[in-house]
């Protein structure tokens, strides 16, 4: 397997040094890109590159992936508008605990000479010092080359600190740090690092009389505009208690045929061949959403589990199939609320529901389900009311505390769109 070929073909090359191609071509190499460790979990912009490290180590090379916790203290100015918030100490070993547990999902870490490596750059910045570093870093690279980069020049009107105007500087110290201690002689990025990674080449070269090389991935946007990677609520995390499988799944699942068509060969293992068969049969009955649904799964699998990915399925039939009540009570109850978040709900006193309540009591008394019990008789004749995704044949139905999910909540479906939450307490 060709590293850069195979990043080629699949859309993930936006920029690469001259010579970077030949290097992994002549030996096995030792390449890295770094994290930003501003939350205790990645997000699926942080993905793009995860799977660049995972095909460089299936192509026979040594991944390592930096989480920047030196560099979380300062904060990166690239493609931002403003600077951000640094981040305490405390707040940072927090965060690299959750980014150590997520990657070692995807990378190897004991598989012999390509092993995956983890380092954190904390480590070799804690003990130096500003003049050492200034002495030592500092006199290689002019202001002249840091103020031509595109990351400084955008900001210079708004102005920008210190701090994040050496930025630059601390990331090319990573490079040099990793090419004279651990051999490694590409970095990797999004192309948004690209001015970043040319500072640590450059320091390689003028510091050292090295040769290093870079590669950066194009970042991904949406056919539609949107940001790639974002919902109402926010980020679209690999932390599943930040972003429910449910919910990672959805996102997926209802991307546009144009964006699906290349997140699938970005996100995903599958082969070429794999894919292009994928995407003709899609083109077929483009209606069947086959590429989206292959799309969802491949990741959901890859990030979660395939019972994470089975649950999700479920949860999306409750919703837009035709799911059963043994799938309804197969739901957990975190899946449960992510799949009806947002739907209205009443509270009702659990001791009621033990004892038994009838049904037109419930739903038109103790919830405002329906406004009247005349209402609910004629919708109930009409097939139009069912609990827990079981049609209501009669207004003499008791409801007892066998009805309850996940011994909490019970399923309100009037009509074929219209849900309600009741929960005991």
């Known amino acids: 397997m060709n590293f850069v070929e195979e990043l080629r073909w699949r859309g993930m090359i936006h920029d690469i040094m001259p010579g970077s191609e030949e290097q992994f071509e002549k030996e096995m190499t030792s390449a890295y890109i770094g994290f930003d460790p501003t939350a205790d979990s990645l997000h699926i912009g942080s993905l793009v590159q995860i799977m660049t490290l995972v095909h460089l180590q299936r192509a026979g090379h040594k991944p390592f992936a930096l989480v920047g916790g030196a560099t979380g203290m300062v904060g990166d100015p690239s493609g931002r508008s403003e600077e951000r918030n640094l981040l305490s100490k405390e707040v940072l070993e927090f965060n690299l605990k959750g980014i150590r547990k997520q990657l070692e999902k995807f990378l190897d870490f004991d598989c012999g000479e390509k092993s995956a490596v983890m380092v954190n750059n904390f480590d070799w910045f804690k003990e130096y010092n500003f003049l050492d570093f200034i002495r030592d870093v500092g006199k290689h690279i002019t202001v002249n080359y840091m103020m031509a980069k595109d990351s400084v020049k955008k900001r210079l009107d708004a102005g920008m600190s210190f701090t994040e105007f050496t930025y630059q500087l601390v990331q090319g110290y990573d490079f040099y740090y990793l090419y004279k201690n651990h051999n490694c002689k590409v970095q990797l990025g999004g192309s948004d690092q690209w001015g970043n990674i040319v500072t640590g080449t450059e320091l390689i070269r003028r510091k050292d009389g090295g040769q290093a090389f870079a590669v950066t991935t194009p970042l ?15 980020n679209v995390w690999l932390d599943p208690e930040r972003t429910s499988p449910y919910k ?3 996102y997926w699942i209802n991307a546009s045929d144009e964006d699906a068509e290349n997140f699938i060969k970005i996100f995903t293992l599958l082969t070429k061949k ?18 989206q649904k292959r799309l969802a799964e491949e990741v959901t699998i890859l990030v979660h589990s395939k019972e994470d990915l089975d649950t999700a399925i479920a949860a999306s039939n409750i919703l837009f199939g035709k799911a059963t009540t043994e799938e309804l009570k197969s739901l957990d109850e975190k899946t449960f609320l992510s799949v ?16 038994g309540v009838n049904v037109l009591n419930l739903l038109a008394e103790d919830s405002q389900v329906f406004p009247s019990k005349g209402e609910l008789r004629r919708t109930i004749k009409g097939g139009g009311v069912s ?34 939450l009741i929960r005991a307490i």
């Open 220 to 234: 991904i946007k949406k056919a539609d505009g949107t940001k790639f990677g974002k919902t109402a609520e926010g």
């Open 248 to 250: 990672f799944y959805q």
């Open 274 to 291: 794999e894919i292009d068969a994928i995407i003709n049969e899609h083109k077929e009955a483009p209606h069947l959403r086959i590429l």
């Open 340 to 355: 009806f978040e947002g739907v209205p709900m009443f509270d009702i006193e659990k001791s009621k529901i033990e004892t």
């Open 387 to 420: 609990i827990n995704k079981e049609k209501i044949q009669s207004e003499e139905i008791t409801i007892g505390s066998d009805r309850l999910l996940n011994d909490k909540y019970i399923l309100i479906q009037k009509g074929k769109k219209n849900y309600f």
